[in-house]
């Protein structure tokens, strides 16, 4: 029994179920989907295997230690540093031409890899089979466990195998170069030998010489002309995968042909012609489905708070608490939480569509399909990926901008990104629409999602024309089988989401809400009874000139708009406390509300303007925490928050005064 | 002729790759080398295509796909991946 921890790291070609056999491990619920690229971060966990402390890893997938994007960059550093004792090689047993390439450049880092086949109940459903005594003798007697990570057969045969494995610190030689690529690699092991006697294994090293290996080169230059006189980085590859194709010859056989079912789907799916609006009536059902199904859902919900809200008050009542006590809890907590918690139908609807589009392999085709458009734009269609995710949450979206591989592309993206219009946005659509729009609601919500996707195509075009600099479409991306959507991931997926809601509820709106409280209820006399003479009616009244133009000009829609900055739903909740709402999302609710803004002139072109501003105002604190880190520039951050600013107060103006002149 | 001239659904060879070193040696990596087979699936009018090499579908946008040479499959060279059990 060994008392140390034995560090495993999960390593493996992009979307071959690395994070799912990591969940099933650790218990933990990341986040898997069927696109290239879920992962972008590494992760850890812990398990125990009789008595055995293992720590875990979850590496972002690549397709060989080249390194190129940020992610591989992150699982390369992190596999050839010690803080890996023993790899897991995850790979997709259906797909295992592709996916040797890598088991190959890691079995040459010398350290002990175990071979874990994933996928096989797919290998099986295609009428394959493989020969799984002489696979592992061709990989140089490395263990070979088939897994399923997705119905969770072999976990405890694959931890058998690594707690016997790890301390194995060679790998055997698997590939056999030509007589000229191993005459060099001998006399540069021999070389680097003498010069750092101390060095592990002089193999690898010396073929990361031959390959000019930046980072090789460095740190152990070999002064060897004759021998590296280029770069031998070719030969090794097509040596590799003439090895790989012996290995298929003799492992991988076809029972029966069958034509492939995402063929079949993907003639009508990306088709040249019905492909885009294809995409584009997809995500108009989902929009759709998320109006439509969480009002009739939301209902339920405004009953509890109804009754939650009348029991609280009534509690608070019959205790004596005093008045302002009573009317913080009622009209801040209850009104601006309770508020937000009525939006929770929609939220998870969106996200419960969103889940089964990227669970069943369409993400990656709609790279496809975008590409042409996004061509336009100077980008790639892969750069569409973030964009979609956008319109769940912007914060993972920036995050995914890691998977592009110019730093130049994933500005851009990131710049246009917030334009999308994500879940939180979506309580002001709801109240703001439902109030002032009657049957026409729906289509007034969801022109919000069209506008912003045309603002960043349109922001992008622009910046791409600025540029000048020729941009070459190098478009570059997996397209995964299609499978039925798998009901655990999505639930997985679904629940996280949801759990983040509920989180934000109780934190940021929670303060936001008891911040605005305060900031309308006490003035510069102490506690005021008329909100007019608060200290937010005096923060407000600075900028409502800025915003009357736009047709906003009220101070608590600046209040609103300023700590709506906290989260989007905050301008929600805002609104709760500022006019006293208990219930907003309910019809009485709305009709009190619509009421009393009536009373400042405030129409359903205003609403309009007011949405519209929310949907491309500066993103939401979350948001510009994630843009400043993944940037690593404060100065870009600050521009891309005044620019947005700027977008936001133009299209609000722009379409109040047309509006105003026309209606 | 590269992957833009192709036809669909019909089977080739890669004879050379001519494109910068970043994306040549990324499609090496991916097992897109000369003597690959490769089925042209899919294209659009701007030229991005999806093609099936060793197994895998991918998309390529159409700098990538005019880099890409190749001649038709002869009838000996069958596409691997899908055919490659013929050898059972």
Redesign the interface.
Known sequence: MHEDTINVGFAGNPNCGKTTLFNAYTGANLKVANWPGVTVEKKEGEARYKGQKLKLTDLPGL??L?S?SIEEKVTRRCIMEDDIDVIINVVDA?????NL?LTLQLLELGKPVILALNMMDIVEERG?EIDLHRLPELLGGIPVVPVSARKRTGLDVLMHAVVHHYEEKHSPRVVEYSEDLEGRIARLEQVLKEQEPEIINARWHAIKLLVQDEEQVEEHPVDLPEVLDRSY??EF??QK?AY??EI??ET????D?KMAF??KV??VL?H?VW?MPIFFVVMALVFFLTFAVGDFLKGFFELGLDAFSGAVQGLLERVAVAGWLTSLVVDGIVAGVGGILTFLPNIFILFLALAFLEDSGYM??V??VM??LM?RLGL??KAFLPMVLGFGCTVPAIMATRALEKERDRRRTILVTPFMSCSARLPVYVLFAGMFFGKFKILAALSMYVTGLCVAVLVAYIAHRLDRKES?????????EYKTPNGRTIAIYVWGKVKDYLTKAGTTIFVASIIIWFLLHFGSSGMVEDVSESFGAMVGRVLEPVLRPAGLGMWQIAVALISGISAKEVVVSSFCVLFGISNVNSPQGMTALTEQLAAYGFGALNAYCLMLFCLLYVPCAATIGVIRRETRSLAFTLKLILFQLLVAWGAAVLVYQVGRLLL | MTVLEGTLQEKYMVQKITIQEHILRRLEALGIIPGTKLMLMNRKKNGTCIIKVRGTRWAIGPMIAGGIFVEKAGEETAVEGQEAGEHA
Do not use: C, H, W
């Open positions: 397709y060989s080249t190129y259906s797909a295992l031409e592709r390439y394959m980085e070719q590859t097509n995968y790989i194709e298929i010859e991988l056989f076809y029972k042909k995402t063929d993907d003639g990306t040249p492909g990656a085709r790279a496809y590409d042409g061509g790639s269609g070459e479409n190098v478009l570059l991306i997996e397209l995964p």
